[in-house]
């Protein structure tokens, strides 16, 4: 619990009931114990754990059902890529696996600098809706694995498949005789709400918060350190030298933007597309299995994603093209797999005039059209992100490198994806190097606390050890002031203590 926080007059202040105090207080305290017992393991013992608990969640038996079971409950999202999310949890037990937790876990001899590693102590984890069973997966191994307990609170929506998913982790700890209580979640006893939500995090040594930016403002305002996720809206630019490659670029897109019925906040929203390959590149998006829609569609489609005061709508979230076509009173082929906007694109503003620009979060694509020099490009990203999207991602399909460090250099987000599917990539593939995740920080821009891919160096503290140089490393006046040294200026001497 943050020292500044007093919960007596937090649990008043969010007029909460008796019974949720009693059962984050109950769940806080078996937590404390479990966690004190565990930080005294070893790193062998701690890795049989996290190998445990990810394999009882991700076998692809258990994956489905819980998969199946959150699609039920929430009526939104794709069986079949979601349950391809089962890779992310394996991808998280990788990368814990070739890390150290326990003891020394980097050593600068240079500097005479060893760094120890050590638990933060309770995490709080919100669980959003979209992923009520890979958040919890891949949090409890990122916090097992650092030596925590952690507590989740899960949305309302999707509670009973998050309660499975932790049932599973705790079986998981329970079979190598790890304190099952470092896994808990919220529910059981009090209804789930965001004063329940909000109490936990005030309770707790650190959150990890991933959700809407109603959770992340509680988050940030709970007293309690926190890392949070910013609004995405992933933006693709396809240069001129797309052209080597331009069905690879669209197969690209199409993975991301249909994963899960484009319900993660890095599925390709927007497409940046040179002049010179406008028509060939939409030709590409069609092959892949695009539906371009009219003029008319479009504006349909607009009514059923967007009240008139531009808030999107919660029904046509996360949904089939078939069904957001249907959502907007028309019909399209059974084999289509995504949507199409392209009538009055390449606006970028929050007006009405610049909807498309906006996030989606379902199955359709804005594409807009840039011309000229590649600066026109860049200013087309930094424009989207004035709107939405700042902080999060940015990909590239491009063969320039100078392209690729020009956008690089200003583009204000986190991470930029080259040649890759943004929402199979981003948040860590076995194709590339990022570190895996649930949670994409954004930075300052987004007003987070980190720009990184949350992993596992933010779940846990780390002391540092100096011991005495044989040498000082003290420059030269001369070499620290450069130009600006004036050596009469230093002539002037203080008298000793």
Known sequence: MS?????????AELKLG?????????????AKIAQREFETWSQEQIDRTIQSVAQIVANSHNFHELVM????????????????????????????????????????????????????GIIACVIPATNPDLTPAGNAIYAIKARNAIIFSPHPRTKNT???????????????????????IL???????????????????????????????????????????????????????????????????????????????????????????WDAALNELVAVGGYMLS??????MKNAMWDEEIHRLADT???SPQDMAKAAGFEIPEDRKFLIASHGTGVFNASKEGIWCREKLTTLLAVHKYTGEFQNAIDSVMAIHEVGGIGHSVGIFSFDEDHIHRLAMVARVGRIMVRQPQSKANSGSMNNGMPMTSSIGCGTWAGNATSENVHLHHYMNVTWVSKELDQADSPSDEELFGEFYDPELEKVQYSKY
């Not at 982790?169 to 896994?183: F, N, S, T, Y």
């Not at 003029?295 to 349909?300: D, G, V, Y």
């Open 162 to 184: 998050s309660r499975r998913t932790i049932e599973l982790m705790r079986e998981g700890l329970r079979r190598v005789g790890a304190p099952e209580d470092l896994v808990q």
């Open 187 to 277: 529910g059981q006893k009090a209804k789930i709400n965001k004063a329940t939500s909000e109490a936990l995090m005030s309770r707790c040594d650190l959150i990890i918060a991933t959700g809407g930016q109603g959770v992340v403002s509680r988050a940030y305002t709970s007293g309690t350190p926190a890392y949070a996720v910013g609004a995405g809206n992933a933006t693709m630019v396809w240069d001129e030298t797309a052209a080597q490659e331009l069905n690879k670029a669209a197969f690209n897109t199409m993975r991301s933007k249909t994963s899960d019925f484009g319900s993660g906040c890095s599925a390709d929203g927007n497409i940046v597309i040179h002049e010179s390959i």
């Open 295 to 300: 003029a008319q569609e479009q504006e349909a």
């Open 69 to 120: 079971m959150g699609i039920e409950e929430s009526n939104f999202g794709d069986p079949v890529s979601r349950e391809a999310k089962r890779f992310k949890i394996r991808g998280i037990l990788r990368d814990c696996l070739r890390q150290k937790s326990v003891g020394i876990i980097e050593e600068i001899p240079e500097k005479r600098i060893v760094k120890y590693a050590k638990p933060v």
């Open 3 to 11: 020292m500044n926080v007093d919960m007596k007059a937090r649990y």
């Open 18 to 30: 008796q019974d949720a105090i009693d059962e984050i207080e109950e769940a806080y305290a078996k």
């Open 317 to 319: 979230v996360a949904l």
